[in-house]
Protein backbone atom coordinates (compact mmCIF):
# COMPACT_ATOMS: atom_id res chain seq x y z
CA UNK A 1 0.00 0.00 0.00
CA UNK A 2 2.77 2.40 0.75
CA UNK A 3 4.76 1.82 -2.44
CA UNK A 4 2.03 4.13 -4.62
CA UNK A 5 1.32 6.25 -1.90
CA UNK A 6 5.42 7.29 -2.15
CA UNK A 7 5.74 7.08 -5.83
CA UNK A 8 2.57 9.74 -6.04
CA UNK A 9 5.00 11.76 -3.16
CA UNK A 10 7.70 11.31 -5.89
CA UNK A 11 6.09 13.43 -8.18
CA UNK A 12 4.92 16.60 -5.77
CA UNK A 13 6.82 19.61 -5.90
CA UNK A 14 5.38 20.22 -2.51
CA UNK A 15 6.80 17.12 -0.43
CA UNK A 16 9.97 17.48 -2.60
CA UNK A 17 10.84 20.92 -1.03
CA UNK A 18 9.92 19.78 2.61
CA UNK A 19 11.79 16.75 2.21
CA UNK A 20 14.82 18.00 0.70
CA UNK A 21 15.16 20.80 3.52
CA UNK A 22 15.18 18.23 6.27
CA UNK A 23 18.31 18.58 8.15
CA UNK A 24 18.36 14.90 8.58
CA UNK A 25 17.70 14.08 5.21
CA UNK A 26 21.24 14.17 3.39
CA UNK A 27 22.38 11.82 6.20
CA UNK A 28 19.70 9.08 5.62
CA UNK A 29 20.25 10.03 1.62
CA UNK A 30 24.21 8.98 1.48
CA UNK A 31 23.16 5.77 2.02
CA UNK A 32 21.64 5.71 -1.85
CA UNK A 33 23.65 8.61 -3.14
CA UNK A 34 27.88 8.07 -3.45
CA UNK A 35 27.50 12.64 -2.56
CA UNK A 36 26.37 15.66 -4.65
CA UNK A 37 29.65 16.56 -6.21
CA UNK A 38 31.73 15.25 -9.34
CA UNK A 39 34.71 14.48 -7.23
CA UNK A 40 32.27 12.52 -4.64
CA UNK A 41 31.49 10.18 -7.60
CA UNK A 42 35.00 9.68 -8.67
CA UNK A 43 35.81 8.70 -5.19
CA UNK A 44 33.10 6.54 -5.26
CA UNK A 45 33.92 4.51 -8.36
CA UNK A 46 37.82 4.05 -7.55
CA UNK A 47 36.26 2.75 -4.02
CA UNK A 48 34.29 0.13 -5.70
CA UNK A 49 36.79 -0.45 -8.30
CA UNK A 50 39.44 -1.52 -5.45
CA UNK A 51 36.84 -4.28 -4.45
CA UNK A 52 36.29 -5.64 -7.97
CA UNK A 53 33.20 -4.10 -9.03
CA UNK A 54 32.29 -2.03 -11.89
CA UNK A 55 30.05 0.92 -12.08
CA UNK A 56 27.69 3.09 -13.69
CA UNK A 57 27.25 6.83 -12.86
CA UNK A 58 24.40 8.28 -12.78
CA UNK A 59 24.11 12.45 -12.82
CA UNK A 60 21.04 12.80 -10.50
CA UNK A 61 18.18 14.81 -12.54
CA UNK A 62 15.10 13.71 -13.87
CA UNK A 63 11.86 15.56 -15.47
CA UNK A 64 13.60 19.15 -16.69
CA UNK A 65 11.25 21.75 -17.64
CA UNK A 66 13.18 24.46 -18.18
CA UNK A 67 15.62 24.00 -21.60
CA UNK A 68 18.56 25.64 -19.60
CA UNK A 69 18.25 22.82 -17.09
CA UNK A 70 18.62 20.25 -19.69
CA UNK A 71 21.77 22.06 -20.99
CA UNK A 72 23.11 21.92 -17.92
CA UNK A 73 22.27 17.87 -17.17
CA UNK A 74 24.33 17.60 -20.98
CA UNK A 75 27.51 19.71 -19.87
CA UNK A 76 27.00 17.88 -16.34
CA UNK A 77 27.56 14.38 -18.28
CA UNK A 78 30.38 15.90 -20.24
CA UNK A 79 32.26 17.43 -17.39
CA UNK A 80 32.21 13.17 -15.92
CA UNK A 81 33.35 12.07 -19.35
CA UNK A 82 36.64 14.14 -19.35
CA UNK A 83 37.51 13.14 -16.15
CA UNK A 84 36.86 9.65 -16.31
CA UNK A 85 39.19 9.68 -19.77
CA UNK A 86 41.86 12.06 -17.64
CA UNK A 87 41.66 9.65 -14.76
CA UNK A 88 41.89 6.49 -17.10
CA UNK A 89 38.80 5.08 -15.86
CA UNK A 90 36.40 4.62 -18.59
CA UNK A 91 37.42 1.28 -18.30
CA UNK A 92 35.91 0.83 -14.93
CA UNK A 93 32.86 3.32 -15.31
CA UNK A 94 30.09 3.73 -17.80
CA UNK A 95 27.26 6.29 -17.69
CA UNK A 96 23.82 5.58 -17.20
CA UNK A 97 20.93 8.77 -18.30
CA UNK A 98 17.73 9.87 -18.15
CA UNK A 99 16.54 11.18 -21.28
CA UNK A 100 13.94 13.48 -19.28
CA UNK A 101 16.63 15.10 -17.80
CA UNK A 102 18.21 15.62 -21.16
CA UNK A 103 14.58 17.67 -22.61
CA UNK A 104 12.77 14.91 -23.62
CA UNK A 105 9.53 16.01 -22.06
CA UNK A 106 10.01 19.50 -23.17
CA UNK A 107 7.82 20.55 -26.36
CA UNK A 108 9.91 19.41 -29.15
CA UNK A 109 11.44 16.82 -26.58
CA UNK A 110 12.12 14.00 -28.30
CA UNK A 111 14.38 16.01 -30.70
CA UNK A 112 16.10 18.15 -27.65
CA UNK A 113 17.16 14.81 -25.76
CA UNK A 114 18.00 13.39 -28.78
CA UNK A 115 20.88 16.36 -29.73
CA UNK A 116 21.91 16.32 -26.36
CA UNK A 117 22.68 13.05 -25.66
CA UNK A 118 24.21 12.60 -28.76
CA UNK A 119 27.58 14.52 -27.66
CA UNK A 120 27.96 12.88 -24.64
CA UNK A 121 27.64 9.33 -26.44
CA UNK A 122 30.55 10.86 -28.60
CA UNK A 123 32.39 11.89 -25.73
CA UNK A 124 31.85 8.60 -24.24
CA UNK A 125 33.25 6.37 -26.79
CA UNK A 126 36.33 8.77 -27.51
CA UNK A 127 36.79 7.82 -23.39
CA UNK A 128 36.83 4.80 -24.28
CA UNK A 129 33.04 4.18 -22.29
CA UNK A 130 29.45 3.78 -23.02
CA UNK A 131 26.43 5.09 -22.22
CA UNK A 132 23.05 3.04 -20.83
CA UNK A 133 19.74 5.08 -21.33
CA UNK A 134 17.58 4.25 -18.21
CA UNK A 135 13.81 4.04 -19.12
CA UNK A 136 11.32 6.04 -17.29
CA UNK A 137 7.84 6.26 -17.65
CA UNK A 138 6.05 3.96 -20.08
CA UNK A 139 4.69 7.43 -21.87
CA UNK A 140 8.51 8.00 -22.82
CA UNK A 141 9.58 4.52 -24.10
CA UNK A 142 8.76 4.85 -27.59
CA UNK A 143 10.91 7.99 -27.30
CA UNK A 144 13.73 6.45 -25.88
CA UNK A 145 13.60 3.36 -27.86
CA UNK A 146 14.14 5.60 -31.17
CA UNK A 147 16.69 7.96 -29.60
CA UNK A 148 18.40 4.06 -28.86
CA UNK A 149 17.67 3.15 -32.56
CA UNK A 150 19.20 6.35 -33.92
CA UNK A 151 22.32 6.41 -31.42
CA UNK A 152 23.41 2.55 -32.29
CA UNK A 153 23.45 3.45 -36.03
CA UNK A 154 27.18 5.13 -35.04
CA UNK A 155 27.62 3.81 -31.66
CA UNK A 156 26.13 0.44 -31.29
CA UNK A 157 27.39 -0.03 -27.81
CA UNK A 158 24.65 2.16 -26.15
CA UNK A 159 22.61 0.47 -23.92
CA UNK A 160 19.45 0.30 -23.04
CA UNK A 161 17.02 -0.65 -20.10
CA UNK A 162 13.56 -2.84 -20.45
CA UNK A 163 10.84 -3.28 -17.54
CA UNK A 164 9.53 -6.84 -17.18
CA UNK A 165 6.49 -4.90 -15.30
CA UNK A 166 5.11 -3.79 -18.60
CA UNK A 167 3.77 -5.56 -21.31
CA UNK A 168 4.72 -4.51 -24.31
CA UNK A 169 8.47 -5.42 -22.81
CA UNK A 170 8.82 -9.56 -24.17
CA UNK A 171 8.49 -8.13 -27.47
CA UNK A 172 11.21 -5.27 -26.88
CA UNK A 173 13.38 -7.84 -25.79
CA UNK A 174 12.92 -9.72 -28.90
CA UNK A 175 13.66 -6.67 -31.12
CA UNK A 176 16.79 -6.03 -29.02
CA UNK A 177 18.23 -9.60 -28.66
CA UNK A 178 20.60 -9.24 -31.67
CA UNK A 179 23.96 -9.48 -32.14
CA UNK A 180 26.38 -6.38 -30.18
CA UNK A 181 23.05 -5.36 -28.08
CA UNK A 182 23.24 -4.51 -24.66
CA UNK A 183 19.82 -4.70 -22.44
CA UNK A 184 19.52 -4.17 -18.89
CA UNK A 185 16.75 -6.32 -17.14
CA UNK A 186 14.84 -4.67 -14.45
CA UNK A 187 11.38 -4.78 -13.00
CA UNK A 188 10.47 -0.96 -13.12
CA UNK A 189 10.16 1.43 -10.63
CA UNK A 190 7.61 3.70 -11.65
CA UNK A 191 3.54 3.88 -11.15
CA UNK A 192 2.13 2.45 -13.98
CA UNK A 193 -1.63 1.92 -14.74
CA UNK A 194 -3.10 -1.94 -15.62
CA UNK A 195 -3.57 -0.81 -18.68
CA UNK A 196 0.06 -1.09 -19.86
CA UNK A 197 1.38 -3.13 -16.58
CA UNK A 198 1.52 -5.80 -14.46
CA UNK A 199 0.45 -4.88 -11.09
CA UNK A 200 0.88 -8.04 -9.00
CA UNK A 201 4.81 -8.79 -7.82
CA UNK A 202 4.92 -12.42 -8.95
CA UNK A 203 3.32 -11.67 -12.48
CA UNK A 204 6.05 -9.08 -12.90
CA UNK A 205 8.57 -11.86 -11.74
CA UNK A 206 7.23 -14.24 -13.82
CA UNK A 207 7.54 -11.63 -16.94
CA UNK A 208 10.90 -11.00 -15.57
CA UNK A 209 12.03 -14.89 -16.23
CA UNK A 210 10.40 -14.87 -19.60
CA UNK A 211 12.72 -11.53 -20.53
CA UNK A 212 15.43 -13.49 -19.43
CA UNK A 213 15.15 -16.27 -21.15
CA UNK A 214 15.24 -14.47 -24.09
CA UNK A 215 17.68 -12.19 -23.23
CA UNK A 216 20.40 -15.07 -21.82
CA UNK A 217 19.74 -16.99 -25.85
CA UNK A 218 19.97 -14.01 -27.35
CA UNK A 219 23.43 -12.82 -28.99
CA UNK A 220 23.44 -9.54 -27.07
CA UNK A 221 24.61 -8.57 -24.17
CA UNK A 222 22.35 -8.91 -21.43
CA UNK A 223 22.72 -6.33 -17.91
CA UNK A 224 21.04 -8.31 -15.23
CA UNK A 225 19.66 -5.46 -13.18
CA UNK A 226 17.80 -6.68 -9.60
CA UNK A 227 18.86 -7.67 -6.34
CA UNK A 228 16.50 -10.46 -6.14
CA UNK A 229 18.44 -13.59 -5.36
CA UNK A 230 15.99 -16.06 -7.17
CA UNK A 231 16.09 -14.34 -10.37
CA UNK A 232 20.18 -14.23 -9.61
CA UNK A 233 19.80 -18.13 -9.62
CA UNK A 234 17.65 -18.77 -12.59
CA UNK A 235 20.24 -15.90 -14.25
CA UNK A 236 23.15 -18.51 -13.08
CA UNK A 237 20.86 -21.38 -14.50
CA UNK A 238 20.15 -20.09 -18.04
CA UNK A 239 23.92 -19.01 -18.41
CA UNK A 240 25.33 -22.46 -17.31
CA UNK A 241 22.38 -24.21 -19.48
CA UNK A 242 23.45 -21.80 -22.66
CA UNK A 243 26.99 -22.29 -22.68
CA UNK A 244 27.14 -18.09 -20.98
CA UNK A 245 30.03 -17.22 -19.33
CA UNK A 246 30.65 -14.63 -16.67
CA UNK A 247 31.60 -11.56 -18.68
CA UNK A 248 29.33 -12.41 -21.72
CA UNK A 249 26.72 -10.89 -19.33
CA UNK A 250 26.85 -8.61 -16.32
CA UNK A 251 24.97 -8.45 -13.13
CA UNK A 252 24.22 -4.62 -12.05
CA UNK A 253 22.57 -3.57 -8.31
CA UNK A 254 22.41 0.07 -7.06
CA UNK A 255 24.68 1.56 -4.69
CA UNK A 256 24.39 0.79 -1.02
CA UNK A 257 21.66 -2.25 -1.82
CA UNK A 258 22.40 -5.63 -1.00
CA UNK A 259 26.70 -4.49 -0.71
CA UNK A 260 27.43 -7.92 0.38
CA UNK A 261 25.34 -10.07 -2.20
CA UNK A 262 27.71 -8.02 -4.67
CA UNK A 263 30.93 -9.08 -3.18
CA UNK A 264 29.84 -12.28 -3.22
CA UNK A 265 29.01 -12.71 -6.91
CA UNK A 266 32.29 -10.73 -7.79
CA UNK A 267 33.96 -13.19 -5.35
CA UNK A 268 32.34 -16.28 -7.56
CA UNK A 269 33.65 -14.63 -10.93
CA UNK A 270 30.96 -12.69 -12.59
CA UNK A 271 30.78 -9.23 -13.62
CA UNK A 272 29.19 -6.48 -11.41
CA UNK A 273 28.19 -3.40 -12.19
CA UNK A 274 26.89 -0.69 -9.47
CA UNK A 275 24.76 2.04 -10.26
CA UNK A 276 25.69 4.54 -8.47
CA UNK A 277 24.09 8.12 -8.34
CA UNK A 278 25.37 11.56 -7.51
CA UNK A 279 24.19 15.38 -7.63
CA UNK A 280 22.30 17.67 -5.30
CA UNK A 281 18.60 16.21 -7.41
CA UNK A 282 18.12 12.73 -5.55
CA UNK A 283 14.58 13.76 -4.31
CA UNK A 284 12.61 10.96 -7.46
CA UNK A 285 15.37 8.82 -6.68
CA UNK A 286 15.45 8.83 -3.12
CA UNK A 287 11.60 8.14 -3.24
CA UNK A 288 11.27 5.46 -5.38
CA UNK A 289 13.82 3.68 -3.17
CA UNK A 290 11.63 4.04 -0.23
CA UNK A 291 8.79 3.00 -2.20
CA UNK A 292 10.75 -0.39 -3.19
CA UNK A 293 10.86 -1.42 0.36
CA UNK A 294 8.93 -0.24 3.46
CA UNK A 295 12.20 -1.22 5.86
CA UNK A 296 13.44 1.48 3.91
CA UNK A 297 10.83 4.47 4.97
CA UNK A 298 10.75 2.89 8.28
CA UNK A 299 14.94 3.62 8.99
CA UNK A 300 13.89 7.03 7.28
CA UNK A 301 10.88 7.98 9.32
CA UNK A 302 12.78 7.30 12.26
CA UNK A 303 16.36 9.26 11.21
CA UNK A 304 13.74 12.10 10.70
CA UNK A 305 12.30 11.70 14.27
CA UNK A 306 15.31 11.94 15.56
CA UNK A 307 15.44 8.20 16.69
P1 LIG B 1 12.58 -6.73 -5.59
O1 LIG B 1 11.99 -5.36 -5.51
O2 LIG B 1 11.66 -7.89 -5.65
O3 LIG B 1 13.61 -6.89 -4.42
C1 LIG B 1 14.30 -8.08 -4.15
C2 LIG B 1 15.11 -7.90 -2.88
O4 LIG B 1 16.12 -6.90 -3.11
C3 LIG B 1 14.32 -7.35 -1.70
O5 LIG B 1 13.72 -8.38 -0.99
C4 LIG B 1 15.42 -6.63 -0.91
O6 LIG B 1 16.18 -7.56 -0.20
C5 LIG B 1 16.26 -6.07 -1.99
N1 LIG B 1 15.86 -4.68 -2.38
C6 LIG B 1 15.21 -4.31 -3.50
N2 LIG B 1 15.03 -2.97 -3.54
C7 LIG B 1 15.55 -2.49 -2.39
C8 LIG B 1 15.68 -1.19 -1.84
N3 LIG B 1 15.23 -0.11 -2.47
N4 LIG B 1 16.29 -1.06 -0.64
C9 LIG B 1 16.77 -2.13 0.02
N5 LIG B 1 16.69 -3.40 -0.45
C10 LIG B 1 16.09 -3.58 -1.63
N6 LIG B 1 13.96 0.94 -12.86
C11 LIG B 1 13.42 1.62 -13.89
O7 LIG B 1 12.19 1.72 -13.97
N7 LIG B 1 14.21 2.17 -14.86
C12 LIG B 1 15.57 2.05 -14.83
O8 LIG B 1 16.26 2.57 -15.72
C13 LIG B 1 16.16 1.33 -13.73
N8 LIG B 1 17.51 1.17 -13.64
C14 LIG B 1 18.03 0.30 -12.68
C15 LIG B 1 19.39 -0.01 -12.69
C16 LIG B 1 19.87 -0.99 -11.83
C17 LIG B 1 21.33 -1.34 -11.88
C18 LIG B 1 18.99 -1.63 -10.91
C19 LIG B 1 19.48 -2.70 -9.98
C20 LIG B 1 17.66 -1.27 -10.87
C21 LIG B 1 17.17 -0.30 -11.72
N9 LIG B 1 15.82 0.06 -11.69
C22 LIG B 1 15.30 0.78 -12.76
C23 LIG B 1 14.99 -0.29 -10.52
C24 LIG B 1 14.21 -1.58 -10.74
O9 LIG B 1 13.19 -1.38 -11.69
C25 LIG B 1 13.56 -2.07 -9.42
O10 LIG B 1 12.66 -1.11 -8.96
C26 LIG B 1 14.54 -2.37 -8.30
O11 LIG B 1 15.71 -2.96 -8.80
C27 LIG B 1 13.91 -3.33 -7.29
O12 LIG B 1 13.59 -4.54 -7.88
P2 LIG B 1 14.44 -5.92 -7.68
O13 LIG B 1 14.59 -6.55 -9.00
O14 LIG B 1 15.68 -5.62 -6.97
O15 LIG B 1 13.49 -6.89 -6.89
Known sequence: MLGPVLLAAARSDGIRRAVSAAPVSRQVVARFVAGEELGDAVA????????????????????????????????AYLELTEVLAAEGLGD??????????????????????????TPVVEAAAAAGTTVTLDMEEHTTVDSTLAVLRTLRERFPQTGAVLQSYLFRTEEDCRDLAGEGSRVRLVKGAYKEPPVVAFQDRLEVDRAYVRCLKILMTGRGYPMIGTHDPRMIAITQDLARRHGRKPGEYEFQM??????????????????????????????????????????????????????
Open 44 to 75: AVRDLAARGLDVTLDHLGEDVTDPREALRARD
Open 92 to 117: RAEMSVKLSAFGQALPGGHDIALAHV
Open 254 to 307: LYGIRPQEQQRLVAEGHRMRVYTPYGTDWYGYFMRRLAERPANTAFFLRALAGR
